[in-house]
């Protein structure tokens, strides 16, 4: 087990010096790392305290979360073809009222430390869009590059409007 405490040494690999990774649909669970060098305080209780809204694009193999935070805007790529299958965890749906929960680190990359953590639930209808979005990428052999590449375009203020991006559970 391990335990994590804000202010304390991050004990996972982070990728990305600034951005957002969707680590989602594991076995250990459903994790956004945020991570930032040099967090502002203002952006550490902007992730620990203001409402998030979430949302995201489904545009051919490409499946491209949208995450605003208070002011912040996030975006990040996800790609369960990515998720070795044995770790990989697709949860049942059974009923319209189930909620994704989505536990948000934020990482200061200059001193790995774990500056906020909370948690999160999307909304029935947006977690039952993203597995049937991750089930139908499953099954998608296309390169997601191109894809991407379009969105890069795209201004990051104009990413939540493309997203749909709705309020997420506290």
């Known amino acids: ?19 957002a990774t969707a680590n989602f649909l594991t076995l250990s669970g459903h994790t956004l790392q945020i991570t930032m060098a040099n967090a502002a305080r203002s952006e550490i209780m902007s992730v620990r305290n203001d409402p998030v809204k979430a949302g995201f694009i489904h545009d051919g193999s490409l499946i491209l979360w949208v995450f605003v935070i208070g002011p912040l805007i996030f975006d990040c790529p996800f790609d369960a073809r990515l998720i070795r299958p044995n770790i990989r965890d697709l949860p049942n749906i059974e009923n319209d009222r ?37 089930q139908d990428q499953l099954a998608d052999p296309r390169n997601m590059s191109a894809y991407l590449a379009k969105y890069n375009r795209v201004p990051i203020t104009g990413m939540p409007h493309l997203a749909n991006v709705e309020p997420c559970g506290r």
């Open 98 to 134: 189930q909620r994704l929960g989505i536990d948000i680190h934020l990482v200061d990359t200059a001193t790995t430390m774990l500056k906020a953590i909370r948690f999160i639930t999307l909304s029935p209808s947006l977690t039952q869009h993203f597995l049937t979005a991750a």
């Open 1 to 19: 087990m391990i335990m994590l405490s804000r202010n304390a040494p991050y004990p996972f690999p982070f990728h990305a010096k600034d951005g």
